[in-house]
């Protein structure tokens, strides 16, 4: 088949390799968000979509919005069959959606319909879900509701971040497409609706959501910090400035400290929450590099009594 490949982020470059190396596909034309300002000068960088097609020689799409004329007319002279997508990040209205003769299918990282939505891998985290996947669907108006073509499931290991998880639903989803567009190509493969029980919704995690709030029970405290690494990051105020934790992990056997205060020592540092206490691993202060909590423990001095979320630090 004829394919426009529509993705941004890093997470759907391999899907797109995939189809690049299928022998059964042309990949015709890529659409990708418009460059956007990255790193700490905030210059203008092309996406991870965009720079692997740019090395695979293929055109690239960079429309402000999928409405717009311009962009629609150029996807109809292109003609494509289908318009697989991962991860692209804008709505498609329907004079987009009606363009390619087999319509758009997108491949999501949950396995609907539970975590419709911008961030279902961080969800899952958040919820302690055990089991996860991906889905190739059917794109229609609805949000993530179209009718499904394929399955996989993924184990979420008890470690697991949101990166992690990401990566390997990212590289096992990219055959889950590969595959359902051979099936479609083939006429082998039908999609099915989705059961109308068990719909649950991902909207994007923000800033403010990913505050640790020190009152919460460990496991929550956990959870968030997984979820939200490595983005938007997970994120508390000492002394008045933010402080990222990149990596923590529960300690049952620590009790007794109360929610927010710190207690460094030489080889851990532990913090209170609404249960027992989390041991922190890794954290960045504002404007410098991760490192090792005991050594930014060391660093700034913790007095006894310090918390973390309160404003200087103090009781």
Known sequence: MRLVFAGTPEVAVPALDALLASDRHEVAAVVTRPDAPAGRGRRLAASPVAERAREAGVEILRPDRPRDPGF?????????????????????????????????VNLHFSILPAWRGAAPVQHALLAGDEITGATTFQIEEGLDSGPVFGVLTEEIRPRDTSGDLLTRLALAGAGLLVATMDGIADGTLRATPQPAEGVTTAPKITAEDARVDWEAPALRVDRLVRACTPA??????????????????????RTGLPPGEIAAGKHAVHVGTGS???????VQPQGKKPMRAEDWARGVRVAPGERLGEPGGQR
């Open 72 to 104: 629609q007319a150029r996807l109809r002279a292109i003609a494509p069959d289908c318009c697989p997508v991962v991860a692209y990040g804008a709505l498609l209205p329907k004079s987009a959606l009606d363009i390619p003769r087999l319509g758009w």
């Open 232 to 253: 938007p990051g997970a994120w508390t105020v000492f002394r008045g400035e933010r402080l990222k934790l990149r990596e923590l992990a529960p300690d049952p056997e």
């Open 276 to 282: 027992h206490a989390v041991a922190l691993r890794w």
